[in-house]
């Protein structure tokens, strides 16, 4: 399949059979051409998925992985994936074991690295959906490798897949956004934010925590403490939550060296 490059409408079109109107079905193998009465942006690595079934789109995967490079896999750290003809950055945001290649016997378990030839069972937390599957249900899009510079460092299979996709009426709120400075420091007031939301966060907001800033963040939900928890989790921040006579409150910090910054346009939704 090949889209439109105009950007405008994503059309596919077939070599042999785009003259042929209103198609009854397709089988494997075969090239078919798909016309959208919408205009539909799609980019290299997206995947059609049929109206009422799950969405393969994939925020966050599990996976049982193979590590070849010389320097060791470390979490926290950022790398490249690629999985069929998609793309994306990753956060490592788990390590549940390392493990013996050859006796196959757990090194260790929630590591903060895994060496050279070994396996380990991980959690990537990912900088934009993409299209996957596990392992079982859809090999073709259930392997994937680890790219580090131009270089493949490690390959694997996935285990598990977390959409975590927004439901209807729940709002996306950028906090690089909602930024206040007061005399005490950063704040951000999200108490009104009375229903479901998801956080985005800019490479530059966790880059000035990495330099030292902080910035407390008044909650109006406990949902809202967990997707904060998820948000330090995945970039390797600090968190502390207290509850006072002006609400409750958590305090986003960093110590230690800066996270690396997306350098693509798009971060992902915590």
């Not at 800019?202 to 800033?213: D, T």
Request: aromatic share 8%; hydrophobic share 40%; proline share 5%.
């Amino acid at each position: 399949m090949t889209f439109s490059p105009s950007g405008k409408k994503a059309v596919v079109r077939s070599v042999e059979k785009w003259k042929q109107p209103d198609l009854p079905e397709a089988r494997a193998g075969e090239s078919v051409g798909v016309t959208f009465t919408e205009e539909l942006f799609v980019e290299r690595g997206e995947v059609l998925s049929e109206e009422g079934e799950a969405s393969p789109a994939a925020r966050e995967i599990s996976a049982s992985l193979f590590w070849l490079g010389n320097e060791p896999l470390r979490l926290s750290s950022r790398y490249v994936l690629k999985l069929a003809t998609a793309e994306v950055e990753a956060v490592l945001s788990a390590i549940t074991e390392r493990i013996d290649s050859s006796t196959l016997e757990v090194i260790e378990r929630h590591a903060n690295r895994v060496e050279n030839l070994e396996v380990a069972n991980v959690t990537f937390t990912l900088q934009h959906p993409i299209a996957a599957d596990t392992f079982k249900e859809n090999p073709r899009l259930g392997r994937f490798v680890v790219v580090v510079g131009e270089f493949v460092a490690g390959g694997g299979i996935v285990r598990e897949v977390r959409s975590d996709l927004l439901g209807g009426g729940t709002r996306v709120v950028r906090l690089h956004a909602r930024v206040m400075t007061e005399p005490d420091g950063n704040f951000i007031d999200l108490s009104q934010e009375a229903g479901p939301v998801e956080f985005e966060v800019s490479p530059g907001f966790v880059a000035r925590l990495g330099e030292g800033e902080k910035v407390a963040i008044r909650l109006c939900t406990a949902d809202q403490l967990e997707k904060i928890a998820r948000l330090a989790f995945g970039y390797g921040l600090g968190m502390t939550f207290r509850r006072g006579e002006e609400g409750n409150r958590v305090l986003l910090f960093r110590d230690g060296p800066v996270v690396q910054a997306p350098t693509e346009e798009g971060f992902p939704v915590i």
